[in-house]
């Protein structure tokens, strides 16, 4: 992964590329491999591998235990004001609580790049691209995550993208991705990811009309042009 592929797969600027970058970095997905020092040197960045992503865990985890062990020790004269009652922590308490915050961290940071997989994979669509991943989105994705899995929400979007795109010229409507995940019908009240499942009303009307409706690439290969004008060929 370079800068320019980044910039020709989402169709933005050099600025904003590097944006992106810097994020995916600090969010530990991907890492530099090698650094440009030109323009016709430019760096090389590569995804990380779950492996090392739990070796950096561990290693925070690790740094956490520690630091919570300096903090939890007294300091020399308030342990002698200490009553024989008192009781410091053990280091299984303090292991513990470093586990919790760890697993803490660990949930954050993994919803964090669910947000940005789910953002990612809608704008690589095409249909609607959004400039960047913004607090409402994330809320958007929070919520939806709670009725539906991570592959049902690509399965609704890659239908989506099939329909909006399909030379059957079926659905028009550019959806943003708030509005995907969270509008409902009016009538029915069901959820536009839902109409786009595979067995979702949406979809099953498109394959429907699909199946009855005349090959569009097929007809316009029966036509020809003539001084700019189409006219069925004979």
Same mark, same amino acid.
Request: charged fraction near 40%.
């Given at each position: 992964?370079?800068?320019?592929?980044?910039?020709?797969?989402?169709?933005?600027?050099?600025?904003?590329?590097?944006?992106?970058?810097?994020?995916?970095?600090?969010?530990?997905?991907?890492?530099? @491999?090698?650094?440009? +020092?030109?323009? /016709? &040197? #430019?760096?090389?960045?590569?995804?990380?591998?779950?492996?090392?992503?739990? !070796? *950096?865990?561990?290693?925070?985890?690790?740094?956490?235990?520690?630091?919570?062990?300096?903090?939890?020790?007294?300091?020399?004269?308030?342990?002698?004001?200490?009553?024989?009652?008192?009781?410091?922590?053990?280091?299984?308490?303090? @292991?513990?609580?470093? +586990?919790?915050? /760890? &697993? #803490?961290?660990?949930?954050?940071?993994?919803?964090?790049?669910?947000?940005? !997989? *789910?953002?990612?994979?809608?704008?690589?669509?095409?249909?609607?691209?959004?400039?960047?991943?913004?607090?409402?989105?994330?809320?958007?994705?929070?919520?939806?995550?709670?009725?539906?899995?991570?592959?049902?929400?690509?399965?609704?979007?890659?239908?989506?993208?099939?329909?909006? &795109?399909?030379?059957?010229?079926?659905?028009?409507?550019?959806?943003?991705?708030? !509005?995907?995940?969270?509008?409902?019908?009016?009538?029915?009240?069901?959820?536009?990811?839902?109409?786009?499942?595979?067995?979702?009303?949406?979809?099953?009307?498109?394959?429907?009309?699909?199946?009855?409706?005349?090959?569009?690439?097929?007809?316009?290969?029966?036509?020809?042009?003539?001084?700019?004008?189409?006219?069925?060929?004979?």
């Amino acid at each position: 992964m370079s800068r320019s592929i980044v910039m020709d797969t989402f169709g933005i600027k050099e600025t904003k590329a590097k944006n992106l970058i810097k994020r995916f970095v600090d969010d530990e997905i991907i890492k530099l @491999k090698k650094r440009g +020092n030109s323009s /016709s &040197k #430019k760096s090389i960045y590569v995804y990380l591998s779950v492996l090392e992503r739990v !070796e *950096i865990l561990e290693k925070e985890k690790t740094k956490l235990e520690a630091k919570l062990e300096t903090e939890r020790r007294p300091s020399k004269t308030l342990e002698n004001q200490c009553t024989k009652d008192e009781e410091r922590p053990s280091k299984d308490q303090v @292991k513990d609580q470093a +586990n919790t915050h /760890s &697993k #803490k961290e660990l949930i954050k940071r993994i919803t964090k790049n669910i947000y940005t !997989e *789910i953002f990612d994979y809608w704008i690589s669509k095409g249909v609607y691209k959004h400039r960047e991943l913004t607090k409402n989105m994330e809320n958007a994705i929070e919520r939806t995550l709670k009725d539906y899995t991570l592959e049902q929400i690509k399965e609704a979007i890659d239908n989506y993208s099939e329909m909006y &795109k399909s030379d059957y010229k079926y659905c028009s409507y550019k959806w943003t991705l708030i !509005e995907f995940l969270t509008r409902t019908q009016d009538k029915t009240n069901e959820r536009q990811l839902e109409l786009h499942l595979k067995e979702g009303v949406s979809y099953k009307r498109y394959l429907e009309y699909k199946s009855k409706a005349k090959d569009p690439v097929e007809e316009k290969s029966k036509s020809v042009i003539i001084d700019g004008y189409e006219y069925e060929s004979i």
